[in-house]
């Protein structure tokens, strides 16, 4: 059984079929939206920035929104093996006292495994002598500039839903992109804009890493928005996911003429989904139409159909989990960790390819 899926664009294919899958070509590194798929990484993210990326220091842009953006400060880290192991248990460790928490036990939940996952680390995660790190959340615009209580905002996201179903570029009049940045790396290939969506860049510093990363996870009606957050313009903060859930960036930019810089990319799926209002709409999924060429340099490696067929309930651990086992933390804890367990299986495949690459295994995105 093959436990990982390979898929690539062609500057990357060329890449791997000449070099191979080498450390030092790896100059991004996107982490996606998700909540707990993103706990299946756990090995392979340990590996990936623990033992591989190790051995071949440089300058990465570690991009992610909401988990994705979480998994990146893990790697930032002076000890990312400890940091990826305490993000796992401290997600997964999550307890609510009902089967409907309140906005405000979900915050105070939320806010304590943040406080416990960066507390004493800010330096080393925006200091970090090669990683670049950058947290992507999303500031509202107009009806969610500022609702004034739940139905307001319920109204603003009711409306952002319709205006993205006219059109992605619609949802641009009611949010904006809001990139939280290393302020060493000016990460040009973003700058120039590439969609409906204004981008504002501020810096990443000590003050704002942890608000910045639980405004890059705050999820919309389910947690309360994040609001003076250090060094960014004022307003109400949400889930970078909600127009950035799988990063459908234009990373071909990065592509420098003469380079062999590629991007990795994790990801749960072998597609990319823009938005999350994207979900329902597969004619949006990235490297179609205009944007194809975004993704010329990407190579995704993701869990393959036989392996989520061996994790309990034959899928990737999700939020829907929370629902289904209610009180029984017990057991939804248990088989989160099953399935972290299981991903062990795609560290060692990711980590085989690197040793002995085999492009025939590779398909195009």
Known sequence: MKSLTFHAGPLALAQIRAQ?????????????????????????????????????PRERTLIGSSIGAWRMAAACQKDPVKAFA??????????YTSKKPTQQEIDEVVQGLLGEFVRGHEDDIVNHPHHRLHLLTVRGL???????????ELRGFASAALHNIGSRAWLGRLMERVVIGDRRSTAPWLRERFDAFTTHFSALSRENLASGLLASGTLPLIMKPVTGIAALPPGHYWDGGIIDYHL???????????????????HFTPHIVPGWLDKGLPWRRAARGANRGWLDNVVIVAPSEEFLKTLPHAKLPDRNDFKFYGLDHDE??????????????????????????????????
């Open 20 to 56: 191979g899958l080498r450390a030092q070509d790896i100059a991004i590194v996107p982490a996606a939206a998700g909540g707990p798929k993103g706990l299946i990484f756990q090995s392979l993210d340990q590996w990936m920035f623990g033992e591989w990326f190790a051995g071949a």
């Open 86 to 95: 305490r993000l796992g248990e401290l997600y997964a460790g999550q307890r």
């Open 142 to 152: 107009r009806s969610l500039a500022a609702p004034a209580h739940r139905y307001a």
């Open 248 to 266: 459908a960036l234009p990373y071909a930019r990065a592509a420098g003429e003469g380079r062999s810089d590629i991007v990795l990319y994790p």
């Open 332 to 365: 939804r804890i248990r088989n989160w960790q099953r399935a972290i367990g299981e991903g062990e299986r795609l560290r060692d495949e990711l980590a085989e390819f690197a040793e002995r690459p085999d492009p025939s295994r590779i398909q195009p995105i």
